[in-house]
């Protein structure tokens, strides 16, 4: 196959037709290496919640046609999970979904007067740039997703 695009476009255009055919979404596809290996990571959401039936039943029909397409060179091995109940928010779609959801954020360098993490209301989100309000309504911060070492929902409040 023609390698166009980078590793995970290319295992997107192949993965995301057949997941929704099983009526579900695809969240996102992360490959990375870990250790000594690489892993392809499908994570398929719902609105009902995934359960593990869900992720076998992902694997086994994604199988064959990522075999066929042999999008990426290097042996790896696969994983279809869900995204969790502190889902990482990494996508424009993610994002615009959840305006209004309480968030936590790390990010990579501190901020002036907030620090490295803080948690809030997602209340903007527009080309990279997500806007926080803090739960008083009071205090607003916008800051560039890239800056960000994760964006979260916090789900446990």
Known sequence: MAK???TVTRVWEIVEPIV?????????????KEGAGWFLRIIIDSDEGININDCEK????????LDEADPIEQAYTLEVCSPGLERAL???EHFESFIGADIMVRMIRPLDNIGKE??????????????????????EVTISAKDAAWIKLDDFD
């Open 20 to 32: 929704n055919e099983l009526g579900l979404r695809l969240w996102d596809v992360r490959f990375v």
């Open 58 to 65: 992902v694997s086994r029909a994604i199988d064959k046609p």
């Open 90 to 92: 990494v996508r424009d």
């Open 118 to 139: 803080f948690k809030g209301v997602l209340t903007g989100y527009d080309k990279g740039n997500v806007t926080i309000t803090d739960h008083s309504g009071e205090n």
């Open 4 to 6: 166009k695009g980078n």
